[in-house]
DNA sequence: TTGATTTTGCTAGTTACGTCA
DNA sequence: ACTGACGTAACTAGCAAAATC
């Protein structure tokens, strides 16, 4: 898991840069921002920053080192239920302004940057997983009910009214809707293999019937056939579309030149 | 105006934690 | 106490559209 990590530059190594790493609400972006970190932070306070990495050796080391930071950050706060310092969200266009942006950050600067050592040590632990509680879980659905979705400035709310980061609200709505949609999946999945079931049968059964008639015209005159026939009806789409004169729509051998035989008391899906 | 780049939101797939039988 | 299954929070990669340069 930390090998993937180790792909990452050592862009993002501004002191405002941990806090990317360790914002849940950046950690899909870290490639893509990873191309511009460099302009986009200049004004992060210089403790760590690109320039200082001179080679690629130190970059690997500073980037495990933030990512040990932002596990041990994502930690300590997931323990806490909340994740109430790490509150930059800079994927939100209207989360915040920048002045808000900045004090946050500065509050997480001091925060973080007091104890790296034992950030360090602890931050290798696993990350921990949130468990919303009964309430928030309520909520959510509550909302999910009204819409699979929310703009920015709903989340926003939503996350406030919760207690939540903006961030876990749209995690869980993305899996809320992944699981929406994995049920009816499995609805149609479901529904799919009933109607081959059908399908199967009705094939069965039709294959059944030409056997039947096969061995009726061998034994019989054609002329005797005729009431036989005349208890099998047309399906109504190709008695419609079916062409042919009045005449030739009468004709045994006709109607099995265009159309198909109509069982009305099969599904008429399954033939049609 | 147009093409390149960046930002944003999303999905699909995966990982890992917590719970329960 | 241990364990495997399961639900789900959190994560990653990648895509598409909109915004910006």
Redesign the pocket.
């Known amino acids: 898991?930390i090998s993937?990590?180790f792909?990452n530059t050592g862009l993002t190594l501004g002191s405002t840069s941990l806090d990317h790493h360790h914002n849940?609400d950046h950690?899909?972006?870290?490639?893509?921002?990873e191309?511009?970190s460099s302009l986009?932070f200049d004004h992060a306070i210089p403790s760590l920053t690109l320039g200082l990495l001179s080679s690629e050796e130190e970059k690997h080391q500073v980037s495990n080192y933030s990512v040990l930071l932002?596990r041990q950050v994502?930690h300590s706060i997931?323990a806490t239920s909340s994740?109430s310092n790490n509150s930059s969200v800079?994927?939100?266009?209207d989360g915040g302004g920048e002045e808000a942006e900045v004090e946050a950050e500065r509050e997480r600067c001091s925060k973080v940057g007091g104890d790296h050592d034992q950030d360090l040590e602890e931050g290798s632990?696993?990350?921990?997983?949130?468990?919303?509680s009964k309430e928030q879980?309520v909520v959510l659905e509550d909302r999910f009910k009204e819409q699979?979705?929310?703009?920015?400035k709903q989340k926003q709310t939503l996350a406030k009214q919760l207690n939540?980061q903006p961030?876990?609200v749209?995690?869980?709505?993305?899996?809320?809707?992944?699981?929406t949609?994995l049920k009816q999946t499995e609805v149609e999945c479901e529904l799919l293999r009933k109607c081959c079931d059908t399908l199967t049968d009705e094939n069965k059964r039709l294959r059944n019937e030409i056997q039947e008639l096969k061995a009726l015209k061998k034994t019989v005159p054609l002329y005797m056939q005729l009431p036989a026939v005349a208890t099998l009806t047309v399906c109504p789409s190709c008695e419609q579309d079916g062409g042919g004169g009045e005449n030739s729509s009468k004709s045994l051998f006709s109607i099995g030149a265009k159309s198909h035989f109509y069982n009305s008391f099969t599904h008429p899906s399954a033939a049609c």
């Open positions: 898991m993937q990590y792909c849940p950690h899909h972006l870290r490639n893509r921002d191309r511009k986009r932002h994502s997931s994740y800079k994927r939100e266009r632990a696993a990350r921990k997983k949130l468990r919303l879980s699979s979705s929310l703009n920015p939540l961030r876990q749209e995690v869980w709505f993305q899996n809320r809707r992944a699981r949609k």
